[in-house]
């Protein structure tokens, strides 16, 4: 069977297609599809982004479609950036800016108080039936700077819980035994398996 991920973040794109473990599903891209676009992130919430972008791919390509939205949510700024973590340094911005703008915010707090997780939520919609969501949350805290090559967005600043290593020094396949995608996906994965 053949299922959309709805992403155009290639980064994303290659994660996903590693850790959602479907022997009988094969993965295409939504950039494969004319008129493809990614669907706007306005949402409150990240199950709510995921949704927009899983129902937008399933309605384009007449395909299931699975699409995540992640949160880092960081303690001492009140849980935030949450929904808005791929925008934190304004719309477009890069991986870069993003995490300068997060250090900046975090200045001067304790690296006892840079507590944070990420947050995951993997939606699965296929049609005539109700989505089906998976959720995986991974515990850590901010480093007052970038530290290790491997992975995106916030993973150089995002120390695991426990582990002394962001997951940007971790290898992929270390990242992807715990990451929060990891998690939400087989979340999502046991739950179709019900269907």
């Given at each position: 069977?053949?299922?959309?991920?709805?992403?155009?973040?290639?980064?994303?794109?290659?994660?996903?297609?590693?850790v959602l473990d479907l022997e009988?599903?094969?993965?295409?891209?939504?950039?494969?599809?004319?008129?493809?676009?990614?669907?706007?992130?306005?949402?409150?919430?990240?199950?709510?982004?995921?949704?927009?972008?899983?129902?937008?791919?399933?309605?384009?390509?007449?395909?299931?479609?699975?699409?995540?939205?992640?949160?880092?949510?960081?303690?001492?700024?009140?849980?935030?950036?949450?929904?808005?973590?791929?925008?934190?340094?304004?719309?477009?911005?890069?991986?870069?800016?993003?995490?300068?703008?997060?250090?900046?915010?975090?200045?001067g707090v304790e690296p006892a108080?840079?507590?944070?997780?990420?947050?995951?939520?993997?939606?699965?919609?296929?049609?005539?039936?109700?989505?089906?969501?998976?959720?995986?949350?991974?515990?850590?805290?901010?480093?007052?700077?970038?530290?290790?090559?491997?992975?995106?967005?916030?993973?150089?600043?995002?120390?695991?819980?426990?582990?002394?290593?962001?997951?940007?020094?971790?290898?992929?396949?270390?990242?992807?035994?715990?990451?929060?995608?990891?998690?939400?996906?087989?979340?999502?994965?046991?739950?179709?398996?019900?269907?």
């Open positions: 069977m053949k299922i959309v991920l709805a992403t155009f973040n290639p980064d994303k794109l290659r994660e996903l297609r590693e009988w599903a094969e993965f295409v891209s939504l950039r494969e599809f004319a008129g493809s676009s990614a669907a706007p992130e306005v949402g409150e919430t990240l199950e709510e982004n995921a949704l927009a972008k899983a129902r937008a791919a399933m309605k384009l390509s007449g395909l299931p479609a699975i699409a995540d939205d992640t949160g880092l949510e960081v303690d001492a700024l009140g849980g935030k950036p949450g929904a808005y973590t791929a925008r934190l340094a304004g719309p477009g911005a890069t991986y870069q800016a993003n995490v300068r703008r997060l250090l900046e915010l975090l200045q108080r840079r507590t944070a997780r990420f947050h995951t939520v993997c939606v699965a919609c296929i049609p005539r039936q109700r989505p089906i969501v998976g959720e995986g949350v991974l515990e850590g805290r901010i480093t007052e700077r970038p530290r290790g090559e491997r992975g995106f967005g916030y993973d150089p600043v995002f120390e695991v819980e426990g582990s002394g290593r962001t997951l940007a020094e971790l290898s992929p396949a270390e990242k992807n035994a715990l990451s929060h995608r990891a998690r939400a996906a087989r979340d999502l994965v046991r739950k179709m398996a019900r269907i």
